[in-house]
């Protein structure tokens, strides 16, 4: 059976995909509780981005899982949710939650690994936290969520330089948490990630000849006089 405690795969600096993109609309209402449940990153918001954190909410809906960014106290967030096979939403897009540019509060401060960033602690100020909606245990995952959440993976290794590693909560907190469980499919995903596609170049941009191939009078440009 595998083992969540060992998910963790590295992303090739020689593989980074171009740009990959996400249909990814704010979950309707969070934005008044970023005050409460996110802090402002105490690196770089771009280059000093290294993780992926891969979740799943341990429950059956979206709305269940956005009530924990609602808690006076002992809040929560992620900045993905990936909706349920349920929810009207599967098949189609993933919740924004918190903007990247924020640390979600998604793994403990005290929680590390020697494999992750040099076993650096405070992970949620380096780190993307993307979360699943699913029971765990005897609940199966959609072939749709593990695609979606291979795309959101490439979707921010298009966009930050430095993302280096992808890896379970079951990793980093191996004492308290489990997730994203043992029925999240990690080698397709390992290889969803890996081998997947960027977004196609438009035909007009495809077709254009470089500069150096245009007549001069065609490399002018619109406001030579």
Avoid at 184 to 189: G, I, P, Q, S, V
């Amino acid at each position: 059976m595998p083992n969540p405690q060992s998910y963790h795969f590295t992303l090739p600096k020689s593989r980074r995909p171009g740009e990959v993109s996400l249909n990814e609309p704010w979950y309707p209402g969070v934005q008044p509780y970023w005050p409460t449940c996110t802090t402002k990153r105490s690196v770089d918001p771009i280059m000093g981005i290294t993780t992926v954190v891969i979740h799943a909410t341990a429950g059956g809906s979206s709305s269940g899982a956005i009530s924990v960014m609602k808690k006076p106290t002992d809040a929560a967030s992620f900045h993905w949710l990936v909706p349920d096979e349920d929810e009207p939403q599967h098949g189609e897009l993933v919740w924004a939650c918190v903007p990247e540019a924020l640390a979600a509060w998604h793994v403990r401060n005290a929680a590390s690994h020697p494999d992750v960033n040099d076993g650096a602690k405070r992970v949620n100020h380096w780190s993307l936290g993307i979360e699943v909606v699913n029971k765990q245990k005897l609940d199966p995952f959609s072939d749709w969520q593990v695609e979606i959440t291979a795309r959101i993976v490439r979707h921010c290794w298009a966009k930050y330089p430095n993302l280096a590693h992808v890896v379970s909560h079951a990793k980093l907190d191996p004492d308290r948490r489990t997730d994203p469980g043992t029925l999240f499919d990690w080698e397709r995903f390992k290889h969803l990630v890996l081998n997947g596609e960027a977004d196609a170049i438009p035909v007009a941009v495809a077709s254009a000849k470089p500069l150096s191939q245009l007549r001069a009078s065609q490399a002018l440009g619109c406001c030579h006089t």
